[in-house]
């Protein structure tokens, strides 16, 4: 019992350090198509995934569009995202994507999946991941849009992660989570988030705000700052842990 625990404690970090980290990046471009734009994207993971789906306070695009960013550990993120189908009120589209990208080849994810996105801010995807070594997950998250008016934003979000490890003696498992991310004049910005795995009795918190230090039509600078904290009797007893970083985005 006491070998399996803690091969299940290895695993758990390996996981986390692949596929849940907190940090946020030192750079980050947003390579974007602005034809018939109406707003900001309503689903949007934040490059770097923290423990449950992170979405922006914004409106529905209906664009080609995708994402560039470097993490601190000098390995590159790709996202994108491909309209299918919509109307006035709504868009089904395409979403994939390869995380923590070498230069020298190899990767840390790759994901593919849907996303429908409501031009009232609320949201649903059903997203696959593969993690090499680690084995294979699938996430349903959705986004509602709680208020929404000239000055402030504030949505609520929640998710369910299946990770089926290619290990065999691992068995399957489940992570849910969930949060509240708040704006204020597209200036300043605040989230909250929570993450359970019963497998593995931990849970995850984190509490991050966002700062804009600069924005034009074309272009847009933030800060990032915040706390994470994990918490696990198989786990040494951890502190909240600071994570900081600036956001560059660019539009195109």
């Given at each position: 019992?006491?070998?399996?625990?803690?091969?299940?404690?290895?695993?758990?970090?390996?996981?986390?350090?692949?596929?849940?980290?907190?940090?946020?990046?030192?750079?980050?471009?947003?390579?974007?198509?602005?034809?018939?734009?109406?707003?900001?994207?309503?689903?949007?993971?934040?490059?770097?995934?923290?423990?449950?789906?992170?979405?922006?306070?914004?409106?529905?695009?209906?664009?080609?569009?995708?994402?560039?960013?470097?993490?601190?550990?000098?390995?590159?993120?790709?996202?994108?995202?491909?309209?299918?189908?919509?109307?006035?009120?709504?868009?089904?589209?395409?979403?994939?994507?390869?995380?923590?990208?070498?230069?020298?080849?190899?990767?840390?994810?790759?994901?593919a999946g849907l996303a429908l996105d409501n031009v009232n801010g609320?949201?649903?995807?059903?997203?696959?991941?593969?993690?090499?070594?680690?084995?294979?997950?699938?996430?349903?998250?959705?986004?509602?849009?709680?208020?929404?008016?000239?000055?402030?934003?504030?949505?609520?979000?929640?998710?369910?992660?299946?990770?089926?490890?290619?290990?065999?003696?691992?068995?399957?498992?489940?992570?849910?989570?969930?949060?509240?991310?708040?704006?204020?004049?597209?200036?300043?910005?605040?989230?909250?988030?929570?993450?359970?795995?019963?497998?593995?009795?931990?849970?995850?918190?984190?509490?991050?705000?966002?700062?804009?230090?600069?924005?034009?039509?074309?272009?847009?600078?933030?800060?990032?700052?915040?706390?994470?904290?994990?918490?696990?009797?198989?786990?040494?007893?951890?502190?909240?842990?600071?994570?900081?970083?600036?956001?560059?985005?660019?539009?195109?």
């Amino acid at each position: 019992m006491f070998a399996k625990i803690a091969l299940f404690t290895v695993f758990l970090a390996g996981v986390s350090s692949m596929s849940i980290p907190y940090g946020r990046p030192a750079f980050y471009l947003d390579d974007v198509n602005y034809v018939n734009d109406d707003g900001e994207d309503v689903y949007f993971k934040h490059p770097q995934e923290s423990v449950y789906p992170i979405y922006h306070n914004s409106r529905v695009r209906r664009q080609v569009h995708g994402v560039i960013n470097t993490n601190p550990d000098g390995t590159t993120n790709f996202m994108g995202k491909l309209p299918l189908a919509g109307n006035d009120q709504n868009v089904l589209s395409a979403i994939g994507g390869i995380g923590g990208a070498k230069n020298g080849g190899g990767y840390g994810s790759a994901s593919a999946g849907l996303a429908l996105d409501n031009v009232n801010g609320h949201g649903l995807s059903l997203t696959g991941k593969h993690i090499p070594s680690i084995g294979d997950q699938l996430t349903a998250a959705g986004k509602a849009n709680l208020f929404h008016n000239d000055h402030h934003d504030l949505s609520a979000n929640a998710f369910a992660t299946k990770t089926m490890p290619s290990n065999p003696v691992i068995p399957n498992f489940n992570t849910y989570g969930g949060g509240l991310d708040y704006m204020y004049n597209n200036k300043i910005g605040a989230s909250l988030g929570a993450a359970h795995t019963d497998l593995f009795k931990r849970t995850d918190y984190s509490a991050m705000g966002k700062l804009n230090l600069f924005h034009n039509p074309t272009s847009s600078l933030d800060l990032n700052a915040g706390f994470s904290k994990s918490i696990s009797p198989y786990m040494p007893s951890q502190s909240w842990q600071p994570s900081a970083g600036l956001t560059f985005s660019k539009y195109f």
